[in-house]
């Protein structure tokens, strides 16, 4: 199994600024995934990370507003730029190993005010 | 597009019952299935995968079944214990290679 690691584990941002989140792995993974959990609601996806290539993001998001690093094959990191209120979710990154199975990493909890 | 439903969206049960849950998907062309459990605040713990070729899966008081043909996957919790309360999430790995997941089920069980 993959041993999942995030960075802030939460934190409250103001309007109109910016938060990076860190995500590391205990091993070397080809694909990494960056999913967003609003109130209430199940996860969505935002983006596939491959080390080494541009993110592939989901409809609904766009780079200007969720830029993905992926600079190797142990880490990554997803910004949420210009936050809003409706930007206050849970961001959870996670990984494939195996047999397709995926693994997540504790998540970060945003609140934006 | 793949579609994954939970039923029911919520469950209370008292402590010592069996139950089951149920999970169903529009497209059976899949990889796998995956049951994962959710504590408040807190992120996904991986509970049981299902391989396409595979009918069920068991760890300890839990056994998740898969019908890939009818679209079908259950999940059952043997013996609830109040420290099973929690959102169980139903997800499948497709073609799209990516997990699509369901709304959930929140579970309680009462002492």
């Known amino acids: 199994s993959a041993v999942i690691s995030q960075k802030p584990s939460r934190d409250i941002c103001q309007r109109g600024t910016s938060l990076t989140i860190q995500c590391q792995v205990d091993?070397?993974?080809?694909?990494m995934f960056w999913y967003r959990q609003q109130p209430g609601q199940s996860l969505t996806l935002i983006a596939t990370?491959?080390?080494?290539?541009?993110?592939?993001?989901e409809s609904g998001f766009v780079i200007d507003k969720f830029p993905i690093s992926r600079p190797n094959l142990t880490f990554s990191t997803l910004t949420v730029s210009n936050l809003s209120p409706e930007d206050s979710s849970i961001y959870l990154c996670?990984?494939?190993?195996?047999?397709?199975?995926?693994?997540f990493g504790p998540g970060t909890r945003l609140t934006v005010t | 597009k793949q579609e994954v439903t939970q039923i029911p969206a919520a469950l209370s049960v008292p402590e010592g019952e069996n139950l089951v849950l149920n999970c169903s998907f529009t497209d059976s062309a899949i990889y796998n299935l995956q049951w994962f459990r959710q504590d408040p605040g807190k992120g996904l713990t991986s509970l049981l995968l299902i391989q396409s070729s595979q009918r069920e899966q068991t760890s300890g008081r839990l056994n998740a079944s898969l019908d890939k043909s009818s679209g079908r996957s259950t999940l059952y919790i043997a013996a609830s214990q109040p420290g099973d309360s929690a959102t169980y999430l139903c997800?499948?790995?497709?073609?799209?290679?990516?997990?699509?997941f369901g709304s959930g089920t929140q579970l309680t069980v009462l002492p």
């Open positions: 997800a499948v790995y497709g073609s799209a290679r990516q997990l699509t």
């Open positions: 990370a491959n080390q080494g290539s541009e993110a592939t993001y």
């Open positions: 996670s990984v494939v190993w195996g047999t397709y199975e995926q693994y």
């Open positions: 091993s070397q993974v080809t694909m």
